[in-house]
């Protein structure tokens, strides 16, 4: 495929791609990748799921090694390009991005971030960095330790800019941005852009092209979206019911709290559902440990909080459960796009007891449709709202298709356990 090749990407970059066994670039790659490469600054809207680490990834390890400064004997190498991201995970999916693409590139890179020992980072930095991928906390601490030097950055990316704001870390960010040198090439990428957002990129990128893919509500069309109106204390149950259907593989249950991603992936793990929980109290090593177990097959269901959910990319999840209702709206829209990622499809489904039904109005504006009911199972939920789904259907194994669309079979009460 001659795909990538078109968009003058250089030899050890395009192997590094068809080694991942991606074909064709997506939109947001065709469209920023000759911005990238032609040094201007761009800002981009996407969100994740669209191909949006390598559509900076791969034209910076392009620049960066077109004008490689080298180890030269005296010279220590210096940070060439900062990549801040909101969360741990998103750091290490991005270094892992960087390591795959430039792997026949003689570009160094490191993540840094918070919940861990800083030691290794630190070494990391001594022994010489080209690209730094970081969250905003630990990257501060570092720099106000001097342990971070970047008066020699050329390329700076500000990654999921509006998750910055939500998550509290936006003055760390400006107070980073403010450290870096201003003469250099500022990639801004944000899912949404809210006011404050939209004044950051005006004060940061200097003649930005802008580009914009896949807003939420196309990425939404991929998704088939469904819920069920249940009472808070029947909703465990009927998760457990609905995980039965082993044609669910790999799916991501969305809670509000901490405490209740713990809770359900016990009451899981107790009826013989291989599940772990992900959130923020949890160590770095016991998330690392349950996302490996979700991708690997090991467990079938990851119960998450939003913020410890954020950015994660596992391949192929079939199912996201809306365990409650985001009262953020954009939440929702976060949360199934971790399904359907790549052009793949996939299945939301939502629970939504009677006192989230305002939230569920509030999602329903954003996303311009109304999210279909499904008849509820064992006599379980509250009837009471239009049935504008398919009555009797419930989310089927996906092997490969979606469900309901008119396709869903009615259920007999004969299959229910
Ligand atoms: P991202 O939006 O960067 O989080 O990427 C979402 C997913 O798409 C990741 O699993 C990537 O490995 C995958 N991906 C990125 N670019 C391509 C491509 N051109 N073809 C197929 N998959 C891709």
Redesign the pocket.
Known sequence: MSGFSELKLIAPILNAVHA?G?????PI?QKAIPIVLSRTDLLGCAQ???????AFALPILQLLSEKGQGAAPNRPRAIRCLILTPTRELASQIGESFAAYGRDLPIRGTVIFGGVGQRPQENALRNGIDVVVATPGRLLDLMQQRLVNLNALEIFVLDEADRMLDMGFIHDVRRIIAALPKKRQTLFFSATMPPEISRLAEQILTRPTRIEVAPPATTVELIDQALYQVNSNQKTSLLIHLLRDAGISRSLVFTRTKRDANRVAESLSDFGIASEAIHGNKSQSARERALANIKSGRTRVLVATDIAARGI?I?SVTHVFNYDIPNVPESYVHRIGRTA??GQVGSAVAFCAPEERGFLADIERVIRKRVPVLKTPLGLGIESRGNSGGGGRRPRGNSGRRFGGGRGRPQGASRQA
Do not use: V
């Not at 994740?48 to 390598?54: F, H």
């Open positions: 991942q991606y074909e064709t670039p997506t790659q994740t799921g669209t191909g949006k680490t390598a990319d391949d990622r790549a």
